[in-house]
């Protein structure tokens, strides 16, 4: 086989399509709705390169029109989680052999692929599915998730240049990073289709063979993913898909010997969950598991009083209730001065009531539905109490309706105390809360934001005073693990802001970096000594001075 050290192509982040009115990419995304929206399809599981189906079907319904039927999943048990491992398993020792470059190729392609051809189809299920408007689908489900494995690619090569930088005379002492021993758990969010494509393609990237499950409000996309990467040319068994319970994934997994990590982005308290079976089941495995894992967020807008009013504006409302605030970065608490209380008050409240709501498949709505009935149930008993509650007043919204879709409208709480329920709890919906404080309160505000949540993941300062900057990116260091000035807390980009927090909000191994690739090889140094030494007995160790 011929060898070379091969330079990957360099990565930039795909250009965001604006879906004008008039423009191309507009009339293309309209007609893969309307297909999408013309047929009903079966989803299978993928196990091994068997397309799998099963006699329980499970309707997917758009979360903002629950009546109309997209087609159905196969729902699997227990028994596929098995076939599913054995699959990996089988496939494991081809694929972690196979050329890191080839390994490269075929996830270079898949970007190729959603870039170009998929595009509007994996936009359309996105949309669809998990019932994202075009600009909210097109900034995931196209751009993030093409950055995800572009830049991957160029930080697996990255990893793998990374040698010992002395070797000395006569010694060659190298490094290799083996894939982990084993196969690995991917089990993915509805939020976002690229986490849930990056988090089972970045480990196979590495080397590595996955069982992946994604939430089942997601499996409409994640099945358009699947075709990508087959298509793509990933070979049968490296990702497994699976559309089963989390008791039953988690029976089989955390009990098999071969289990060598998890990758999770979900709830704190199901990762914790995990944490605490696998901990449980340590003596059964053949190494200690990887554990990577982004969780929850309660995540904050700091406003200074030398903040611009309009710039402050703006990083709420989009911060707060784009996609819903369904976002792990979304804003859900913000703490604002007295003395600018009354205009924002005013300029957040003509927004939310200027605010479009309704279906993805009508271009001009800004808000459409939550994901599903069981988080719309949720939020609208949170905004109830709100209604009653002495501690609270609903600014703006307050309002809900699920007779055909998910609705609820965003909603803005003003609670009279820092540590009323919604300025603690992650609700994951478009409610905000907010707490007004006395100018002169500012640093002690800070410490407040600092120990209200057990979260750490999203956080912004929006002020002009460069000491208030430096003063709350100091104070609020451990309080999120993305951070940003004079801006909204969401939105970050692969090869710009690696993501993750810490806390309750994960383990902080920034996903769209190097750091998160890491956790995914075992490295195995190695030291080639040409002229051994043939005689144990040291210069020391002869007589005299």
């Known amino acids: 086989m011929s060898k070379g050290f091969f330079t990957v192509p360099v990565p930039a982040n795909e250009p965001v399509y604006t879906y004008a009115v008039g423009t191309k990419e507009r009339k293309l995304l309209k007609a ?51 076939d599913a491992i054995n699959a990996a398993l089988s496939a494991k020792n081809d694929w972690e052999n196979l050329a ?8 270079l392609k898949a970007a190729e692929l959603i870039s170009g051809k998929y595009r509007y189809e994996l936009n359309a299920a996105t949309m669809l599915g998990q019932s994202k408007n075009p600009y909210q689908a097109e900034i995931d489900s196209a751009c993030e998730i093409v950055d995800f494995l572009r830049f991957n690619v160029q930080y697996m090569s990255e990893i793998y240049k990374q040698q010992p930088p002395v070797s000395g005379k006569g010694v060659w002492n190298r490094v290799e990073q083996r894939p982990l021993e084993g196969f690995v758990f991917a089990l993915t969010p509805f939020n976002f289709t690229a986490i849930a494509g990056n988090l089972p393609s970045c480990v196979a990237m590495m080397g590595n063979v996955v069982v992946w499950k994604p939430s089942n409000t997601q499996i409409y996309s994640a099945n358009v993913l699947m075709k990508i990467f087959r298509e793509a040319g990933l070979p049968d068994g490296v990702i497994n898909l699976v559309y089963v319970s989390g008791p039953d994934a988690g029976d089989v997994i955390f009990q098999h010997p071969d289990f060598a990590g998890i990758h999770f982005t979900g709830s704190t308290g199901v990762f914790q969950d995990i944490w605490k079976t696998i ?16 969780t929850g967020g309660k995540d904050f807008i700091v406003v200074h009083p030398s903040a611009d009013l309009k710039a402050a504006n703006t990083a709420l409302v989009r ?15 913000a703490y604002i001065p007295k003395s600018l209380w009354p205009a924002l008050k005013e300029s957040m409240t003509a927004d939310v009531k200027s605010f479009t709501i309704g279906g993805t498949e009508d271009f001009t709505n800004f808000i459409n539905a939550v994901i599903d009935e069981k988080s719309f149930d949720k939020l609208a008993k949170y905004i109830d109490r709100a209604k009653e509650s002495n501690e609270a007043e ?12 998910y609705f609820i409208h965003p909603t803005i709480i003003e609670a009279s105390k820092p540590d009323y329920e919604t300025m603690v ?6 409610v905000l809360t907010v707490y007004v404080y006395e100018d002169a309160k500012f640093e002690e505000t800070l410490d407040i934001v600092d120990t209200t949540s057990i979260y750490a993941l999203t956080g912004s300062i929006i002020a002009q ?53 890491l956790r995914w090889v075992s490295p195995r140094t190695i030291k080639e000594t040409f002229n051994p030494d043939t005689d144990y007995r040291y210069p020391f160790l002869e007589k005299g001075e």
């Open 32 to 82: 893969a709705i309307d297909e999408a929206r013309s047929k009903q399809i079966d989803i299978p599981m993928y196990i091994g390169g068997k397309e799998i189906t099963t006699s329980k079907k499970v309707t997917i319904a758009p979360p903002h029109d629950h009546q109309h039927s997209l087609g159905q999943y196969n729902q699997g048990d227990k028994s596929h989680v098995t």
């Open 100 to 107: 890191w470059e080839d390994r490269a190729a075929v996830f």
């Open 279 to 294: 901990g449980d089941n340590i003596h059964r495995y053949k190494t200690y598991p990887r554990i990577v894992g982004e």
């Open 319 to 333: 911060g707060a209730f784009e996609y819903q605030g369904q976002k792990c970065s979304a804003a859900s608490r």
């Open 394 to 405: 609903i600014v703006v919204g307050g309002t809900y309706d699920k007779s055909k879709g």
């Open 425 to 430: 709890e992650e609700l994951f919906g478009p």
């Open 465 to 517: 005073d460069r000491y208030a900057i430096n003063l709350a990116t100091d104070k609020l260091r451990h309080a999120a693990g993305n951070f940003y000035v004079n801006d909204k807390c969401t939105g970050a980009v692969v090869g710009q802001q690696p993501f993750g927090g810490a806390r309750g909000s994960g383990t902080n191994d920034k996903a769209g970096s190097m750091i998160n690739l």
